[in-house]
Structures are given as C-alpha cells and as structure tokens.
C-alpha cells in the first residue's frame, strides 16, 4: 500500500463524519431558537497526480435562527443570522486584501429573514415576502446545497401559496443574479457598482410554481429562469435577452410493502426557451432523468441496497442556434454525480451530457454508526477527444464515496468522507493517477 493510501486508511481508522440538519428548541410560547456550529476539514487530492500531495483546508459555518410564530396573530417573523469562513484568513471569502484577525469582519450577514403571514383572506392562504428557501422535491433542481459553507442557499423575493391537507400550491418570484442577489457590491465600496460592462437594471429572476400532492410524494414544478441582460448580437446589429429559460418538472416517490422495504424515486425535466449569443438566438431543448431504487434487508442493522441513475441532456457545441446542454444552475450539486464535484459546471465536461450509473448500500453495524459507500460509473453522450490519441472516447472513470456518519450526542455528530476517483487514460491522460478526498466534520445543532 502506497504512503497516499495509506495516510487515508489511517484517518479512516481514527475519526469519524456528519450530515445533520439543524431542528429548533422552544424557548417561550410562540419563540423558538435554532443553530448550528460546523467546523468542516478537507483533504484534498483530487488533480490526477500523485507528484503533488495534498492540500489541506479548513472552513467553519455559524447559524443562529430566532422564530417568532404567533407573537402577532397568523403571523411568523423569522431571522437567520450566519457567519462562513475559511480558517486561517483574516479575509474569510478570500475576495480582497485581509482586514486583519482582530479588525473590522463584514462577513457576518442575514442568511434567511421572512415574514409570513397565515390564512390571507382565505383558510390556507399564505405570503411570505423576503429571503427564503425554495426547495423542491429531492433538490435535483432548487436545494439548500447545504453541503456549502456559505449555506443554505436563499433567495430574495416573495411566494404566494395555499397549503391543504390533500396538496400545497405555491407561485413565487425571485431576483438577483443566478436567483441570489440583483448585484454584487464591491468588497472595498459597497455602494459602486462593481462591473461598469454590466447592465444592473435588467433584473435576472427565478417566476415559478410547485404544486406538491399525496404528502409530497409528487411533486409538479414549472418555472422560467429569465436574465434580462441583453447580449449584443454583432451579426444583425441587435441586442437579445442574454436567457429566457423554462423548466417543468415532475418529481415522484413510492414505497412498497408493509413495512416499506422498497422504495423508488423519479425525476423528469425538460428546458426550452432562448438564449443569446454574438450571431443570434439559439432554441434550448434539453432534459434530465434520474432515478433511484432500494430495497431494505433486515431490521437490526437497517443494511439496504440501492440502483440509480441521474442522465442529462448533452451538447456537442456544433451549432451556436442550439442548447441542448441541460442547466441545473440551483440544485444540491454535492448531492449528485459524486461527493468529489468534478462535474458541477453546467458548461464543463458535463455539458456533454453526462451518464451517472451507480450502486449503492448501507448499514449500521452498532447503534450510532451510520455506513453508505456509492459506485459510481461516468460516461458522457457527446464524446471527447481521447487525451491519448485524439479518438472519440465516452467513458470517464469511476468514483467511490464511502461516507460514516457517528452519533456522540444528541444534536452532535461527526463525519468522515473518503472519496477516490479512477479515471480513464482517454479523460485525463496516460499518467494520470486516481483522484483523492477526504473530509472530516463536526456538527452541533439545535
């Protein structure tokens, strides 16, 4: 065993990883309090190269939410303070000359702030202006992300929804580039406009609406993703709006059996609208599916095994008036394709419409040990120049992600991630060696 491999074994051996999602305690009636404190370690190994060792980094995130429900009748007010670092840097989003450890820290921010106001006119009605979560179905599309340190992701803007014991409904309207923010202040001045070629008052908005039926085990989406940022179009002397994206999407579950020992999931999306370029408009057409299946073994150690698959839409780049390369701008990437994030750009190697076949399985050998490793195998529709001859080639590599997840308390868990990635000669060349990355966590949450 190599000294690489070997050092990963070794802290396999001695720690252990988490995923808990923070809950809330009850401070008063109608007052309820939530946090969550997670310092998170990476190892990363992940550039085909054995030459170059590791680097090592950490980050830490801060959530504190306060809940007031009911203070005001039908009314919920809520505000989530957060703070996100990189350890060691005095300048924590590494975006600008450090301000010191000891001097003025704007990285403090709102994360969530929300009023929400129950039975509008009607029983059921609701409104919730400000900066919110907009999750759906299983976040192949809209997810907190949560795996960031800058999470959850949110978003400006307002929902309007009827909630009902049989189904939700809900239509909303969000703005800011890539569904986030309407501008980025300059780090040094927030009050100048921070890229003079921009045009700031052409808003980019996220207008939807879900409708969620059967306790949310179906799960109907439509939304236009519109960039009103107009793109010069030097072949006809015009300026086109720079996307007008629609997706719809329809998310499904089903348990089988008395005691639920199998289970399925499907999603299925289709994009279409426009998107222009220096010669025109191009017509988008893509697509994705995705499914999972399982099935559980035994009580004692909840051991299961699983299929899946999560196929996307690809895009040979052979003609500027046509996408067909599919964009999932907003969903919880690391909950897809792999835990190493090779292929998270919507423009990179993805684009080329990526297969992801995987095999999963799970167990709890004692009590508070959770055990899940995933197989995964990569191929892309449209093919690549192979990097050893020049020839089409389809086939990325493999990757194994083998994550433990262990109780120490209640509201206190810690985590161990180890990820390898073995790739084909043809993607990343004959002396490529298999990719590395582990990640250690602690989370405390209320």
Known sequence: ?????????????????????????????????EAEFRPRLEIDGRDFSNDTGYDAYSTFRTRIGLELDGLIE???LYIMIGDSRTMGYANPYLTGDPAGPNNFDNNLGVVKAYIQ??????????????RMSNDQGRDRLFGPGNWNFYGPRTYDGLKLGYAHDAFSLNVWNFFGANGDRHWYPSSDDPSKV????????????????????????????????????????????ERNVAVSRITTALYAHQDWGSRKQAWGDLDVAYQFGTMGHSAGQADISAYLLAGDCGWRFEEKYKSWIGLGFHILSGDD?????????????YCSKHQVLGHMDFFKSETGTKSLGI???????GVNPIKDLQCQIDLHYFTVDKSFPSAIDGSEANILGQEVDATFVYTIHKGLKSTLGIDLFFPTEDWQGQEANAATFVYLILQASL
């Open 194 to 237: 921070p890229n003079p070629d921009v045009d700031y008052k052409h808003d980019h908005t996220l207008t939807g609406l879900d409708l969620a039926l059967l306790d949310k085990r179906i799960n109907l989406l439509a939304y236009l993703d519109l960039d009103q940022n107009l793109t010069a179009d030097t072949l006809h002397d």
């Open 355 to 361: 297969r992801d076949l995987i095999l999963r399985g």
């Open 117 to 130: 106001v129950h039975d509008l006119f009607s029983d059921g009605l609701y409104l919730k202006i400000g």
């Open 74 to 76: 039908k009314t919920k």
């Open 317 to 329: 780049n052979t003609d500027p008036d046509k996408v067909t390369y599919f964009y999932d701008k």
């Open 1 to 33: 065993m190599t000294g690489r491999y070997y050092s990963l074994f070794v802290i396999a051996a001695l720690t252990a990883f988490t995923t808990a999602a923070p809950g809330k305690i009850k401070v008063a009636e109608g007052i309820h309090l």
